[in-house]
């Protein structure tokens, strides 16, 4: 049993109160886990949880226990914002709601009699979600999380000083738009762009309406947050179709593949819609309900995944990038998202796609996501400074 290998490493806590059926269940895991320690009921796991907190992986638990309830147990681990991976076993299929499953952040169930071979395939998928985060959060990364949140709050806090946040807002989506644009090798200039804004809309090239409509696409999306603070396929396919000024739906073409320069195919996306919608309800969920990773990193991964499903015929690149700023808003990262991210991206074009690459090809997700923190933090601090002189002019025109 190979694919096992990876609990050799993981301590488990294991609550039941029939000792006959533990007796019998740790005979037969207890080989596989680095250890497991046996309770009876909640509050005997309750007490070997705070002995050895740093020490336990992963609680396997019955529910319906004297002294203290499974359901009470979990209540109290959650309460203390123990984000500990929890498996149920339980007699009964209707045991927990929904409702109380989200709540309590619960990771599997098992049906009694418990079946060995079911639990350690339960308790290893659940592992390895849990070696996937370890992975990811890396020192070099949790130190950069840092730097890069930080940099973010101050430029948060001095969006409060602005008068007319819209103002300035307007301005760092316009060049946000056209930087975004670029790197989809869509060019226009600023007077260009600014002629159109002042003509109201009157165009006087394909590329300054493309750029004008992703920053309306932009706005959209924003304010849509405002009403329903979640990221969803439905507001996915109304940012590109507001991009692309068009109907434009999930991608139903076969064959889509994507090639460099030379014509070499790099990258072959999913195909099928019922696929991709299936791809993109996972990401819903995992952008939407996931708290166990940094926000941040979860952004970074959030970005990777969008741009490996490529759900359009055109338009993914863009989308992928305003998906990033109303994320940064929805998790109250940005209240305002002043940010200009595209710039970044712009004079790290190479090293962008050579990273998101590098994922697909050689799992390396450290090098792609400082890559992505970096971008925040340098964007967040050129974004205070940007700010800080428009406050410093403003107060001068003041006095």
Same mark, same amino acid.
């Given at each position: 049993?190979?694919?096992?290998?990876?609990?050799?490493?993981?301590?488990?806590?294991?609550?039941?109160?029939?000792?006959?059926?533990?007796?019998?269940?740790?005979?037969?895991?207890?080989?596989y886990?680095?250890k497991?320690?046996?309770?009876?009921?909640?509050?005997?796991?309750?007490?070997?949880?705070? #002995?050895?907190?740093?020490k336990?992986?992963?609680i396997?638990?019955?529910?319906?226990?004297?002294?203290?309830?499974?359901i !009470?147990?979990?209540?109290?681990?959650?309460?203390?914002?123990?984000n500990?991976?929890?498996?149920?076993?339980?007699?009964?299929?209707?045991?927990?709601?929904?409702?109380?499953?989200?709540?309590?952040s619960?990771?599997?169930?098992?049906?009694?009699?418990?079946?060995?071979?079911?639990?350690?395939?339960?308790v290893?998928?659940?592992?390895?979600?849990?070696?996937?985060?370890?992975?990811?959060?890396?020192?070099?990364?949790?130190?950069?999380?840092? !730097? #890069?949140?930080?940099?973010?709050?101050?430029l948060?806090?001095?969006? %409060?000083?602005l008068?007319? &946040?819209?103002?300035?807002?307007?301005?760092?989506?316009?060049?946000?738009?056209?930087?975004?644009s670029?790197?989809?090798?869509?060019?226009?200039?600023?007077?260009?762009?600014?002629? !159109?804004?002042?003509?109201?809309?009157?165009?006087?090239?394909?590329a300054?309406?493309?750029?004008?409509?992703?920053?309306?696409?932009?706005?959209?999306?924003?304010?849509?947050?405002?009403?329903?603070?979640?990221?969803?396929?439905?507001?996915?396919?109304?940012?590109?179709?507001?991009?692309?000024?068009?109907?434009?739906?999930?991608?139903?073409?076969?064959?889509?593949?994507?090639?460099?320069?030379?014509g070499?195919? %790099?990258?072959?996306p999913?195909?099928?819609?019922?696929?991709?919608?299936?791809?993109?309800?996972?990401?819903?969920?995992?952008?939407?309900?996931?708290?166990?990773?940094? &926000?941040?990193?979860?952004?970074?991964?959030?970005?990777?995944?969008?741009?490996?499903?490529?759900?359009?015929?055109?338009?993914?690149?863009?989308?992928?990038?305003?998906?990033?700023?109303?994320?940064?808003?929805?998790?109250?990262?940005?209240?305002?998202?002043?940010?200009?991210?595209?710039?970044?991206?712009?004079?790290?074009?190479?090293?962008?796609?050579?990273?998101?690459?590098?994922?697909?090809?050689?799992?390396?997700?450290? !090098?792609?996501?400082?890559?992505?923190?970096?971008? %925040?933090?340098?964007?967040?601090?050129?974004?205070?400074?940007?700010?800080?002189?428009v406050?410093?002019l403003?107060?001068?025109? #003041?006095?």
């Amino acid at each position: 049993m190979d694919k096992f290998n990876r609990l050799k490493t993981i301590t488990i806590l294991y609550v039941e109160d029939s000792k006959f059926l533990a007796k019998a269940t740790l005979r037969g895991i207890e080989k596989y886990f680095h250890k497991v320690y046996l309770v009876h009921n909640g509050q005997e796991a309750l007490d070997v949880l705070n #002995a050895y907190e740093n020490k336990i992986d992963l609680i396997i638990t019955d529910l319906i226990m004297p002294v203290l309830d499974g359901i !009470s147990m979990i209540e109290e681990i959650r309460k203390d914002d123990k984000n500990i991976p929890i498996i149920i076993t339980t007699g009964y299929d209707d045991a927990l709601g929904v409702e109380k499953i989200i709540e309590l952040s619960i990771d599997g169930f098992l049906s009694k009699p418990i079946d060995i071979t079911k639990l350690l395939e339960k308790v290893n998928h659940v592992v390895n979600a849990l070696f996937v985060t370890r992975e990811l959060e890396t020192k070099k990364v949790l130190l950069k999380t840092i !730097s #890069a949140s930080r940099a973010l709050a101050q430029l948060n806090g001095a969006m %409060i000083n602005l008068p007319n &946040p819209r103002l300035f807002l307007d301005t760092i989506h316009l060049q946000e738009a056209k930087a975004s644009s670029e790197i989809e090798n869509i060019i226009t200039t600023n007077d260009d762009l600014y002629k !159109s804004v002042v003509a109201d809309k009157k165009f006087e090239n394909a590329a300054t309406k493309e750029v004008l409509s992703y920053k309306e696409a932009l706005w959209s999306g924003l304010e849509r947050l405002e009403s329903r603070p979640f990221i969803t396929t439905n507001l996915c396919i109304e940012i590109v179709q507001r991009i692309k000024q068009n109907s434009a739906g999930i991608r139903v073409t076969p064959g889509t593949t994507l090639a460099n320069t030379k014509g070499d195919v %790099i990258y072959t996306p999913p195909s099928g819609e019922n696929v991709i919608r299936e791809k993109l309800a996972n990401l819903e969920k995992f952008v939407n309900q996931d708290d166990t990773l940094d &926000p941040l990193i979860k952004m970074a991964l959030m970005h990777y995944q969008f741009e490996a499903i490529h759900p359009f015929a055109d338009g993914n690149g863009r989308t992928g990038r305003i998906l990033l700023l109303l994320y940064l808003k929805m998790e109250r990262l940005l209240d305002i998202p002043a940010i200009y991210l595209s710039e970044y991206i712009i004079k790290n074009k190479t090293e962008y796609y050579k990273k998101l690459r590098n994922v697909t090809e050689k799992e390396d997700w450290e !090098s792609y996501i400082l890559y992505m923190l970096d971008m %925040i933090e340098t964007t967040a601090k050129k974004g205070l400074i940007r700010l800080e002189k428009v406050i410093s002019l403003l107060e001068k025109m #003041a006095e």
